[in-house]
């Protein structure tokens, strides 16, 4: 399917020509510096959306809210490593955003185990045109 849609993130690339798995990597990256993502992050809440679906449920899966998003986030930035960047599309028709990708390891108390366990987080981010708002496209553990 040819890609009709729109680059709706600061990156100033244009999305694939094609439509395939609704991702394709971009060699050059990260695309964002960490201060400035930082910086929308100390903004509040209202700076970050949940992009899309899949994020939005697993942030629910995660029975996270906003904040702790936002908390994970940047401790990806500042204690996990970049892993890719790649131009991520919200739905079949679009619009695209080019994202960064983040990978941060991180020991947190289970209930159930009675100790501490290490968890894998994976987020995926994109910078809106504007400057103004974070599009967070993935927040899961890893699978």
Known sequence: MVNNASNISAY???PPAEVGNGRSRIRSGPLYGVAD???LLAQGDNKT????RKCIQDVE???FDVADVR???KQALTKGEYINSEWCVQKPTGPWAACDSYRLLRDEWNDN?????RYEYYVKFAIAKTG???LLVSC????
């Open 132 to 134: 103004k708002l974070l």
């Open 49 to 52: 959306n949940l992009w899309t």
């Open 140 to 143: 899961h553990l890893s699978q």
């Open 12 to 14: 100033e690339g244009l």
């Open 61 to 63: 899966r995660l029975a």
């Open 71 to 73: 908390e994970l986030l």
């Open 37 to 39: 993502v930082l910086a």
């Open 113 to 117: 185990a009675y100790k501490h366990l």
